[in-house]
């Protein structure tokens, strides 16, 4: 597992609204103040980079792929809700969102009713008594520390929820080449060479995914990647 550092995120410089901390990771408020400004720079999902909305796209069709069975879903961190409403128009379960930051972050979904939207953390923040049969995390677990991590995937397994898909936008690639390119990085920033940026989260590698399923308390997991190199895993408890 590794720390890595950001600087800016859909084209915007962490810098123009907020000091980065190099040694704690991004906050709620950190992200509240992040998607105010991103709402000052896009007005819809038409407006974002094509190639970010195709790496979403083949995630859709995963989940999607996924939940044909199912009848109740949970999205969590859903960010702006990008996939979750392409799959309502897919998909005729019920799908929840749940995400923490402050900023309304899930307005673009206002005219969707097809989808309930809870502002908070999983699982305190989820009214009691809602059964869902899958969950799915989307770029979120780089967020974790190892011990939120092992407590995050309980909670889900614990909830209970029978499968969990996590799609990593942080996967450790065990190739030299991306070993010494991280490195080099790490040495430029510590000399002061390039900015370190904000503490942004944790890669992991494959086997830290499946042991962290496993030592949650799922029975067994599949995992693979995406036509884009993205690694996604589901844990399984039954
Ligand atoms: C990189 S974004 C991904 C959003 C969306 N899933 C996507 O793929 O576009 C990470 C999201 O995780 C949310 N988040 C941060 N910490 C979290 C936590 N502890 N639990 C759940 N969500 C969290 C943030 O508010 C943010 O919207």
């Not at 195709?54 to 044909?68: A, C, E, G, P, Y």
Request: net charge neutral; aromatic share 16%.
């Amino acid at each position: 597992m590794r720390k890595f550092f950001q600087t800016s995120w859909f084209g915007i410089p962490f810098e123009n609204f907020t000091i980065q901390d190099s040694q704690h990771i991004a906050s709620e408020t950190f992200y509240t103040k992040f998607y105010d400004q991103f709402f000052q720079k896009y007005y819809s999902y038409n407006d974002i980079e094509p190639q970010w909305c195709n790496t979403k796209d083949q995630v859709t069709q995963l989940v999607l792929s996924q939940i044909q069975n199912r009848t109740s879903v949970l999205s969590i961190g859903c960010g702006i809700g990008y996939v979750e409403d392409s799959l309502s128009k897919l998909w005729d379960g019920k799908l929840t969102v749940i995400d923490p930051a402050k900023s309304n972050v899930t307005r673009w979904l206002d005219t969707n009713t097809k989808i309930e939207r809870i502002l908070g953390y999983f699982p305190k923040d989820v009214p009691n008594n809602q059964d869902f049969d899958f969950a799915y995390a989307n770029a979120i677990d780089y967020v974790f520390t190892v011990d939120d991590f092992h407590l995050f995937l309980q909670s889900i397994q614990q909830y209970p929820i029978s499968e969990v898909l996590l799609i990593s936008a942080s996967f450790q690639s065990s190739r030299l080449k991306d070993s010494l390119k991280y490195h080099l990085k790490q040495i430029a920033s510590n000399l002061g060479l390039i900015p370190k940026g904000q503490f942004w989260g944790y890669l992991r590698t494959r086997k830290e995914y499946q042991n962290a399923l496993i030592d949650a308390g799922f029975n067994s997991f599949q995992d693979g990647f995406l036509e884009n190199g993205t690694y996604w895993i589901k844990g399984i408890a039954k």
